[in-house]
């Protein structure tokens, strides 16, 4: 074949490769693979209580299940307009949460203080649940976004912030004795207003008052500081144990303050207001565990 | 050697081996004959060894000879000649010739091979005492050579068909052709690897870290680790791209010979040699991003652009030789604070001693300020970063300096002695970070390495590495430590076509006053070749990386995560098997496929809790299997190419049963290749299903890689034209969680070669 036939074919193919290309790409729908998110969720906080001092921000946040495993199982709003300096300028500030279809678990308002990272446990309202003094009671109500243009806007929620105003403090030592499990995760202590059902996430929510899983692990002491709300009966003050799964459907609950006329018994602590209650000490023994 | 022959033929080589050439004396050299230029070293190596210089013929002669190209009959400059059986060997010069001097008598076989053309073997040389024998070879060009010679797999020179290990090896050629902006995006359609922004993964050996930091592959350049010493990353941008001559992967396990951090193997660049007759590249590219698809994401009206030059020249004068880069590159990003402003400066030095013997530095310094985030401000503005991170970013300076003694004591024994240092200096950090509080990160080596055939069937490697390192800031605390290590390895002929190699490697590394550890990492492996076009191979090893003093001792606040040390963090350790095929199946076609798993035992990860406390954790026990396809074909006279690769691996976190983080289970690539005359055109196919698993953000929206890059190429004399337009579809992907991966983006380039 001569060398001009080839080079004809060969310029015939190439532009026949050419032309079927910019045709297929002209008609066919091209996948532009991730865009902006219509469907979202909105609403209206409800603020109530006075504002803590050391707030850092309030955000709305969803997670498709209760409780989440991870705090980076929540889809976070921006944060709410409320406040300027150390007063409350708008009561009811408005969130919104552009979020894919789906069923939400939970939509709940966090409050985080300054200088600390985002707590779970620092929920100050739930949608769907309310509060008989600063106890959430009743289920979160799950949102359903159906389509991609979805918009759920009255999503209200209604957040005590005395729930994490804490104007008064408990501190004490907690002793650990016996070699710390090799599958230890994180370690915290809880102030809680009643003794959590065993293996229920939503009680140690509920109940709580105040909850720093900060305890160094692996060490034989650490001196804990909790700051709680002076209004607040704490019936229950435990070290909370969790493996490297992170779970928190897995809380274990490893010591407790006890009562110092039955020591089998927890400890009940009141807090007088502006004031500091000492040696709340609790023996962790792993031993027993 | 029949097979031998028949390789030969089937690549058309031309070859003579003439006695009737006008026979002139060669200059006799001994290692003691002088010209070395420290006399420690002398002492040194007198004592080393003494007993192995007996082994050193006292009465050689020499190999010289002519490479040219078949077709064009130029002489070829760069072609690599090895002495099959020796440990002898040269490169031609720009008039396509070579010289190799102490040749004990007796007959051999050459191994002639360069990236670009078939290798061949030249049976039958003579070596006679006191003459020089001269070789005429004629190479034939291919877009295909499947028997490269490469370093890294067994640390000395080797054809890749007698490799028991999984190599990869791409060509500055074809470097230049991706038109890649960095090393690391030269690598992006390799079987097995996978990038995720700057981290590199062999096999799903690694996920993501924000940092590239603990990487579980070791960087090296010319076969000298560059890890920082802080946070064990690699800087990818250490090097200009045109020092480049190649870049070999070697695929599993690594740590027989490489140590910690190779465990999931090893990527070696291999810079340029300098040139005998003087060689001037300047490369330049200036490219721009398109507007994002979706017009709400646009953020600025400003026009984004980057542009990089590079410029080198190489030359040998007498016996030294000296090759000099420097490169620019800068860009305003393609979302808000990615700018990078970024200069490259290198050379490299080579001196011949009489008596065969070569002392190469080397010395790179990279100055690199780039904007940085940790995610973006939303899904609906993706090209956004939150307001906290707008000041954010990394000033990094970074030297590397190596010198290197290769001493070849005779034709069956040589040594190398290698220095080098490396200073990572990040002048400062992510907002949270305080420049003062950081000290550069400093490492050290040293490296006895010995080469002896002790039997003409047995190739014995070893020696033994130092390492010292010193790194330290508030958030991690302040480190000394270093790592001593020796090893052994055999490569054992036991038939012309099947050869095994039986290696181990000890590392004994310690933090002082912290901690120590000691671990042998061994290997085996096998090499068969039934026939000349099919090579079968296996390997077995173990592999360990200790864990970083980053990893275990970070404590640190940013973007709403807190870092917590975990001062019990473990090396984490693996055991890697891996079989392979790779099947000539015409001149111009070609396919390997290799099966692999690979066992993790306390794997290192970072775990993130429900408080967004982060801490790395050594709790997987984690199984990586999978298998690897790649293949190559040409048409029409090499105008038609196709360049197929796919990879699929199952990384199973098997102790949660669940998958590992960023890995996707399937990825490859398909190019197309057009050639005419001095145009190509090349069109490429990207793919990477979607990322299973993710740590930070597992509720958002993940999508698969579909990326379509066209590069073209136009060759007039010394100049090449170069336009690209990558990410062709605007296809928006995140690879990790909130962090949109580059939009469309378009470039032109020249480059100047002479």
């Known amino acids: 074949m001569k060398s001009g036939m080839k080079r004809k074919i060969l310029l015939t193919t190439l532009l026949s490769i050419l032309s079927i290309s910019i045709v297929i790409l002209i008609t066919c729908q091209i996948d532009h693979g991730l865009g902006p998110l219509h469907s979202k969720i909105s609403g209206r906080v409800y603020l109530q209580g006075n504002l803590p001092p050391h707030t850092d921000e309030i955000r709305v946040a969803a997670a498709l299940t209760f409780p989440p495993r991870n705090i980076n199982e929540l889809l976070f709003s921006d944060m709410l307009q409320f406040k300027s300096g150390s007063k409350i300028t708008n009561p009811s500030p408005e969130w919104e949460i552009y979020l894919p279809e789906g069923t939400y678990g939970v939509v709940a308002a966090i409050w985080k203080e300054d200088n600390q990272s985002w707590n779970i446990s620092d929920v100050v309202g739930v949608f769907g649940v309310t509060f008989i003094g600063n106890v959430l009671t009743g289920l979160p109500q799950p949102v359903t976004i159906r389509n991609e243009h979805d918009v759920l806007d009255t999503i209200n929620i209604a957040a005590n912030l005395n729930r994490v105003n804490r104007d008064a403090k408990i501190e004490g030592k907690i002793t650990f004795l016996g070699k710390w499990p090799e599958n230890t995760g994180i370690t915290g202590v809880g102030a809680f207003f009643d003794i959590p059902e065993k293996n229920d996430p939503f009680d140690y929510f509920y109940k709580n008052a105040a909850l720093d899983y900060g305890v160094t692990t692996f060490i034989k002491e650490y001196d804990y500081m909790l700051r709680v709300n002076s209004s607040d009966t704490l019936k229950y003050i435990a070290v909370l144990w969790i493996d490297t799964s992170f779970d928190l459907n897995q809380i274990h609950d490893i010591g407790f303050f006890p009562d110092p006329e039955n020591p089998d018994n927890p400890g009940m602590v009141v807090v007088p207001a502006g004031s500091s209650v000492n040696d709340i000490n609790i023996t962790v023994d792993f031993s027993k565990m | ?754």
């Open chain 2, 1 to 754: 050697m029949k097979s031998n022959e028949l390789f030969r033929r089937k690549h058309r080589c031309i070859n003579e081996t003439t006695d009737d050439r006008p026979k002139r004396q060669t200059i006799k050299h001994s290692p003691a004959s002088g010209g070395i230029p420290d006399k420690n070293v002398i002492i040194l190596l007198i004592a080393l060894c003494a007993a192995c210089s007996i082994l050193q013929a006292s009465n050689t002669g020499s190999i010289s000879g002519l490479v040219m190209d078949s077709e064009s009959n130029s002489p070829l400059f760069g072609v690599n000649v090895m002495i099959k059986n020796t440990l002898l060997g040269s490169s031609t010069d720009n008039d396509g010739r070579f010289f190799i001097e102490g040749v004990p008598p007796g007959k051999y076989v050459l191994n002639v091979s360069r990236i670009g053309y078939h290798t061949v073997l030249v049976e039958n040389v003579q070596s006679l005492p006191g003459q020089e024998t001269a070789v005429q070879v004629r190479l034939v060009e291919t877009p295909i050579d499947i028997n490269p010679i490469i370093v890294t797999a067994g640390k000395h020179p080797q054809a890749l068909g007698s490799a028991n290990q999984d190599v990869e090896v791409i060509g500055s050629q074809r470097i230049s052709e991706m038109q890649a902006r960095r090393v690391d995006e030269s690598m992006l359609t390799m079987p097995g690897v996978y990038m995720i922004e700057k981290n590199i993964s062999i096999r799903g050996s690694s996920g993501y870290t924000l940092l590239n930091l603990g990487t579980r592959v070791l960087f090296m350049i010319d076969g000298v680790p560059v890890l920082t010493a802080d946070l064990k990353s690699i800087t990818w941008d250490m090097l200009p791209l045109l020092d480049i001559e190649r870049i070999e992967v070697v695929k599993g396990a690594g740590s027989a010979l490489y140590g910690s951090a190779a465990m999931g193997g090893v990527v070696n660049v291999i810079t340029q040699t300098p040139s005998p007759q003087g060689r001037f590249q300047f490369r330049t590219q200036a490219g721009m991003y398109d507007d994002p698809y979706y017009k709400e994401w646009k953020w600025t009206d400003k026009r984004l652009h980057y542009e990089r030059a590079d410029i080198s020249y190489s030359r040998q004068v007498g016996r030294l030789g000296f090759h000099l880069s420097a490169s620019r590159f800068e860009s305003t990003g393609y979302m808000e604070n990615t700018e990078v402003k970024q200069w490259n400066l290198s050379g490299k030095f080579n001196y011949q001693f009489k008596n065969r013997s070569t002392l190469t530095l080397y010395a790179a310094w990279l100055d690199n300020v780039e904007g940085g985030y940790l995610q973006w401000l939303n899904q609906n503005s993706p090209l956004k970063v939150p307001p906290f991170n707008r000041e954010d970013g990394l000033a990094m300076k970074t030297e590397q300096i190596y010198l290197k003694y290769h001493l070849p004591l005779s034709a069956k024994f040589a040594l190398a002695f290698r220095f080098s240092r490396l200073e990572s200096d990040f002048q400062n950090q992510i907002t949270a970070y305080d420049p003062s509080k950081v000290q550069p990160g400093e490492g050290s080596g040293m490296e006895i390495q010995g080469d002896w055939l002790p039997h003409p069937l047995h190739h014995l490697t070893f020696g033994t590495e130092y390492r010292w390192e010193k790194s330290g800031s508030e958030y991690f605390e302040y480190h000394k430590g270093y790592t001593l290590a020796p090893y052994l390895q055999d490569e054992w002929i036991i038939l012309s076509n099947l050869n095994a190699t039986l290696g181990a490697r000890l590392d004994h590394y310690e933090l002082i006053d912290e901690s120590s550890d000691t671990r042998l990492s061994p290997k085996f492996g096998l090499n068969y070749r039934p026939s000349t076009r099919t090579t079968l191979r296996s390997s077995i090893g173990s592999g360990f990386r200790a864990a970083t003093v980053f990893e275990k001792n970070l404590k640190a606040d940013y973007a709403g995560f807190n870092a917590i040390p975990n001062p019990n963090l473990r090396a984490e350790h693996s055991w890697a098997f891996d079989l392979g095929c790779r099947q000539s199946l015409t001149d111009n076609a070609f396919f390997d496929v290799t099966v692999f798993q690979t066992d993790y035992w306390d794997m290192i990860e970072p775990v993130i809790n429900f408080l967004g406390t982060i801490q790395f954790q050594n709790y997987i026990r984690a199984r990586i299997r999978g298998l690897e396809f790649s293949g190559e074909s040409w048409w029409w006279h090499r105008r038609l190419g196709l360049n197929l690769n796919f990879s699929w691996i199952d990384p199973m976190d098997i102790e949660h049963n669940v998958t590992l983080p960023y890995r996707p289970r399937f990825f490859g690539s398909v190019i197309g290749i057009f050639n005419l005359g001095p145009a190509s055109l090349q069109a490429e196919y990207r793919y990477a299903s979607r990322i299973d698993q993710v740590q930070i953000n597992p509720l958002d929206e993940r999508v698969p890689l579909k990326l379509l890059n066209f590069r073209a190429e136009v060759k007039w004399r010394m100049l090449t034209l170069q336009l690209a337009l990558n990410n062709a579809l605007n296809y928006n992907y995140t690879q990790v969680e909130r962090r949109m991966a580059e939009i469309r983006h378009g470039s032109v380039g020249l480059l100047v070669d002479f």
